[in-house]
């Protein structure tokens, strides 16, 4: 199975910008859908972003579009988050996933995490 390790939050200023990484091993991460998921205090997980397969469509969350960009290094078997833009409302712990490749949607169906990297934006 694959292990995901999540860095690169940190506290921002508003209308900053920062890149999250996703360092995976165990398996490459050519062989599963990859996504990024937020949590803010008090508030479900959200979904933020996903690539349902290497070199495949990506998703966003109608939050993220036009500010946040999913990317994957299969060299590096890394994943990243480039976000832009950034709103104190955007404050979470973000997390990155896995899940085998097949599965339906894009939301769900995950089946490995992170530990996840908080991100806080100050206003």
């Known amino acids: 199975q694959v292990q995901l390790v999540e860095s690169g939050g940190g506290l921002v200023q508003a209308g900053g910008s920062l890149r999250l990484s996703c360092a995976a091993s165990?398996?490459?991460?050519?062989?599963?859908?990859l996504g990024w998921f937020r949590q803010a205090p008090g508030k479900e997980r959200e979904f933020v972003a996903a690539e349902i397969r290497s070199g495949g469509s990506r998703y966003y969350a109608d939050s993220a579009k036009g500010r946040f960009a999913f990317s994957r290094d299969n060299a590096k078997n890394t994943v990243y988050l480039q976000m832009n833009s950034l709103k104190p409302e955007d404050t979470a712990v973000y997390y990155c996933a896995a899940r085998r490749l097949g599965s339906t949607g894009y939301t769900t169906g995950y089946n490995y995490w992170g530990q996840g990297t908080q991100v806080t934006v100050s206003s």
């Open positions: 165990g398996r490459t991460i050519s062989s599963y859908g």
